[in-house]
């Protein structure tokens, strides 16, 4: 039997381990699919914060429902469990006699710490491993690099090179439906936690909210849809992707792209498709661009492991860090002197969402005005925010922190930032009132 453990991939279609275990000389050898809902995600972190909020596991739980229906159609059984791998992973292989498991290559610390902690259980001896990066746009495979090493430290460094001499694999085809009997392999589909199981409390939805979306594959592709091929909003999104309020001012596709709902490639082969048949301009080209700093950052996780995590950053600068925890309490609460970052953050608090300029805005004032330890305020993200990513996260955070990869170590100027991004305050009306 061949078992395919889903992590941030969470779709049937342009998903390599999905292929690879469903591939013709594997012949009719039942398949079957797993999602572990690892406790180490869902305890506290050192901030005290749970590491994944409401709001994004709500989005989880609405991506596996749909993962589990498309899966249904290529009568494959997606099997839930709430455990450790290193636990649930070796007690399939015992009472199925799985012998080969098809997985995402992940490579930051806690997902390696995971892997091999499964690799080290005796059960696995006699299972081999198949796995893929999956979840960059450009396969590390076709960098021009010799060693990841290699890997320039500047973004627009990255960028000429990469975009000028690179190809972007086409997006794999969904599976062909396997024979009926698979679906009931392994005891078949099994349900999905709720909410309240995984310690979570029901988000309300706020009639606000920049991010209204459901998780999913299906949803995904709608939202691609409706902002490329029904609105055409991607024709005028470098114009608008700075702005604060509503669904249409930039993709909002990062939550799908985060847990894998949406593959990068596909996006760029539908942004490609719409630009041969609609239009291609500037703002079609930025989308491109911005799917770029996706990969950038999660190359810069490749190249310096840990370092992502580490106080010093990947530059390993002393600053002169604080906690404070009162500070801490007024930053995420949104009551701090700028009614900016105040409307930003009750934003976030209310929804799990923040726009990019909102983000920039409070990590800075965070780590560069009040000198406070950037990893809390990247703790806060990772457990409030829908489209959280390690790689994105932890990297732009260094980014805005003075610990990575800014080579002009900017600081925001918040009052400046209010004035030309909300000029007539209805932003900050609209998450403050009058
Ligand atoms: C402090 C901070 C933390 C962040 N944390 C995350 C995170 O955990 N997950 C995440 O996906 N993005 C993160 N970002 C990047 C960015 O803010 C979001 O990707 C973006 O706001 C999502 O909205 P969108 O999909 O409408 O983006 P669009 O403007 O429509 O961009 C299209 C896509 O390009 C990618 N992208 C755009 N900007 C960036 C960027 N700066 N870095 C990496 N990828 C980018 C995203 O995949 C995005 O979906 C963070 C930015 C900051 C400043």
């Known amino acids: 039997m061949k078992l395919v453990w ?5 779709r049937s279609h342009d998903n390599q381990a999905l292929t690879r275990a469903c591939a013709a000389e594997h012949g009719d050898e039942p398949v079957i699919a797993l999602y572990c809902f690892d406790p180490q995600f869902f305890s506290s972190d050192p901030f005290g914060f749970p590491r994944t909020g409401k709001f994004r596991a709500q989005f989880l739980l609405e991506s596996l429902e749909d993962l589990q229906q498309q899966l249904t159609d290529l009568n494959i059984p997606l099997l839930i469990r709430v455990g450790a791998p290193a636990q649930i992973i070796p007690e399939l292989v015992a009472e199925h006699g799985v012998t080969e498991l098809f997985l995402q290559r992940e490579w930051t610390r806690d997902e390696r710490a995971a892997l091999a902690s499964l690799r080290a259980a005796p059960a696995m001896d006699a299972v081999h491993f198949h796995t893929d990066y999956d979840q960059f746009l450009i396969h590390p495979d076709d960098l021009p690099f010799a060693e990841v090493t290699e890997l320039p430290e500047v973004f627009t460094q990255f960028r000429q090179v990469v975009e000028q001499q690179l190809p972007i694999r086409s997006p794999l085809p969904t599976p062909k439906a396997r024979l009926a009997r ?44 409706d902002y490329f091929w029904r609105s055409e909003n991607i024709t005028r999104y470098k114009h608008t992707r700075n702005g604060l309020i509503g669904t249409e001012y930039s993709s909002k596709l990062s939550a799908w792209l985060a847990n894998g709902s949406l593959s990068a490639r596909e996006v760029y082969a539908e942004l490609k498709r719409f630009e041969r048949e609609i239009r291609a301009n500037e703002d079609t080209y930025w989308l491109h661009f911005e799917l770029l700093w ?53 934003e976030f608090a209310a929804t799990g969402w923040m726009s990019n300029r909102g983000r920039q805005n409070v990590a800075s004032y965070w780590a560069k005005e009040l000198q406070q330890d950037w990893r809390a305020g990247a703790a806060w993200f990772e457990s409030q925010l829908i489209d959280y990513d390690v790689h994105s996260n932890y990297g732009n955070w260094m980014y805005n922190s003075g ?32």
Not at 6 to 10: C, E, I, K, Q
Request: hydrophobic content about 35%.
């Open 182 to 225: 698979n679906l009931t392999a392994a005891g078949g589909s099994s349900p999905l936690p709720t909410l309240e199981a995984l310690g979570l409390e029901q988000p309300a939805a706020d009639p606000r909210s920049a991010f209204p979306f459901l998780g999913g594959s299906s949803a995904g592709k709608q939202r691609i849809e």
């Open 403 to 434: 610990v990575g990869n800014d080579p002009r170590d900017r600081r925001f100027n918040i009052g400046r930032q209010a004035e030309n991004y909300d000029p007539d305050k209805l932003y900050r009306k609209l998450w403050l009132g009058n």
């Open 6 to 10: 889903f992590l941030n991939n969470l």
């Open 294 to 346: 996706r990969d950038y950052f999660k190359y810069i996780s490749l190249k310096h492991g840990d370092r992502l995590f580490a106080l010093g950053g990947i530059r390993a600068r002393e600053y002169q860090w604080q906690l404070d925890p009162e500070k801490l309490a007024a930053w995420i609460d949104g009551r701090t002197p700028y009614d900016f970052v105040n409307a930003n953050m009750r």
